[in-house]
Nanobody, 126 residues
Framework: QVQLVESGGGLVQAGGSLRLSCTAS????????MGWFRQAPGKEREFVAG????????RYADSVKGRFTISRDGAKNTVYLQMNNLKPEDTAVYYC???????????????????WGQGTQVTVSS
């Protein structure tokens, strides 16, 4: 099992940037595909970005391509989500998640992630 803790959320004006961090416990961190999801009021949880356990492959939701970047640092057991040019529609609770998936696979379905953090609030004002 792994335990995930997110940080870095906050309030930012449209066009600004934030970097979210997700720190994982356990020595098997490198065996997991990692993803970021978000859930806005009245909406279902949706995929934002994912990175394979090898770190080489990434995927992004169409709504964030070119603005968000996911990365991982195995030595620090940490996954990051750099969010640039934020928009009001990015406002949501952001969750870090882990899935036990083969090396090059990036999972985009929430149901395939076994472990979840508690979430961090991101609010973008205009």
């Amino acid at each position: 099992q792994v335990q995930l803790v997110e940080s870095g959320g906050g309030l930012v004006q449209a066009g600004g940037s934030l970097r979210l961090s997700c720190t994982a416990s356990g020595r098997t961190f490198s065996n997991y595909c990692m993803g970021w999801f978000r859930q806005a009021p009245g909406k279902e949880r949706e995929f934002v970005a994912g990175i394979a356990r090898s770190g080489g492959n990434t995927r992004y939701a169409d709504s964030v391509k070119g603005r968000f970047t996911i990365s991982r640092d195995g030595a620090k057991n940490t996954v990051y989500l750099q969010m640039n040019n934020l928009k009001p529609e990015d406002t949501a609770v952001y969750y870090c998640a882990a899935a036990s998936i083969p090396n090059t696979i990036v999972v985009v379905t929430a149901g395939n992630y076994a472990y979840w953090g508690q979430g961090t609030q991101v609010t973008v004002s205009s």
